[in-house]
């Protein structure tokens, strides 16, 4: 039995400012109508598609995460990190899981957000792969680099053994330099990270160089518990792993590593150099999206969300505008964003984790306009769903319904607010919001008061389970 892992953690930095810690590049539509994430599965061989897939992602995600795997008709055994500790643990997780399943079962373990450009050209990487895994390999699969890269890591091949070579080595990003003799070698394919191996056999190795990790993966799934459609991981135990990718712990250091050349069109997409590689262009090298007009520009990558962006006389620059942030950078500065995001962080800004436009479980929310005593938001909740019930210390708010039936809860009455009429919560009280009719519920909120914070948000109880309700911890809606 093979069964695919989706890697989908991570944050995504270098894609800001699209890529937001609570919205990553992963679940972004960056080509197409798909998420990486939904294209990810979705490119996978049908027989594969078939076999319920294991999806390793951050507990912050996890509603997003469900949402895009539905609106694809996937079913998955969802694995919440409580917290961030790279790819060996996360492998380790999903290798012990799928060993509940079958005890000889083999895994493909590919992560959320790389685009390969000829998906037909995965079966016979993946067959490829099965048949060296057999003979108890730990196999990944290498790139046949175009370019003398230094954004990747390295593989040099050893010892061919038919379709597949054993090792040799691993190379960090290189300089310019080296990059160029690795190409001229021919010896050296871009790491891709994907893998394969029998899930035994990755346990195997991983319990004879880091039994503490194993333990603490394997404690943490025992103590895991059903949550909706995820299985939540013990997070004091899964804390306490050391944080390691699959490479530094186990593929650099196996004497039976193995490497698969292929000639997938694939790119990791880690940076805007990297996406507007990828990307479709017009005749004069740009790739536009949205509402964008240039002349005498060239060669420029340019999204929009909403606002008309002009570009006149410039070349090679990254233009990205969002309704809350925007982006202009020279393209070979691409994998530098970081140290923006880096820099937003230490001064405490919240552009690095949510959009202007924020998910939530139960919908959305987007901030219109903002000032001293109040704040406006456009909210839009899904058929069915509700937020959490909930009080403010410091806020009134006032909701008017655009669109749709609300069912309101305001104290100790529970009334339903129709199209063009509106209801006021006073400050202090208990109070919830539903929508009972079948299309989504559309309405204004305009919050008035000394404090408007998130962190001014009681629940009290929450069908989501997002928190403790009985603590009546203040945390995001």
Known sequence: MLIPVIIAGGTGSRLWPLSRSHYPKQLLRLNGEFSMLQATILRLPAELRA????????????????????????????????CGRNTAPAVALAALQARQRNTNAKIFVCPADHAIRNPEALEETINVGCEAAETGLLVTFGIQPTRPETGYGYICMGEARGKHH??????????????????????YLWNSGMFLFRAERYLQELRERHPHMLAHCTHSLLQ?????????????????????????AIMEHTADGAVVPVELLWNDLGSWQSLWDHLDKDGDGNHLRGDIITHGSSNNLAISDDRLVALLGVEDLVVVDTPDAILVAHKSQAQEVKRI?????????????NHRLVHRPWGKYDSLDKGNRYQVKHITVKPGEQLSVQMHHHRAEHWIVVSGTAKVTCGEKTYLVAENQSTFIPIGEVHSL??????????????SGTYLGEDDIIRISDRYDRDDASKKVALLP
């Open 51 to 82: 076999v319920r897939p294991i999806v390793v992602c951050n507990q912050e995600h996890r509603f997003l995460v469900a949402e895009q795997l539905q609106d694809i008709g996937i079913e998955a055994d969802i694995l919440l990190e409580p």
């Open 434 to 447: 539903e929508n009972p009719g079948r299309i989504p519920l559309e309405l204004i909120e305009v919050q």
């Open 341 to 353: 995001t880096d820099t937003l962080k230490a001064r405490k800004r919240p552009e690095t984790e």
């Open 166 to 187: 054993l090792i040799e080595r691993f190379v960090e990003k290189p300089d310019a330099p080296t990059a160029q003799q690795f190409l001229d070698d021919g010896n």
């Open 224 to 248: 895991a518990e059903a949550d909706l459609d995820f299985i939540r991981l013990d997070e004091p135990s899964f804390a306490r792993c050391e944080e390691l990718s699959i490479d530094y």
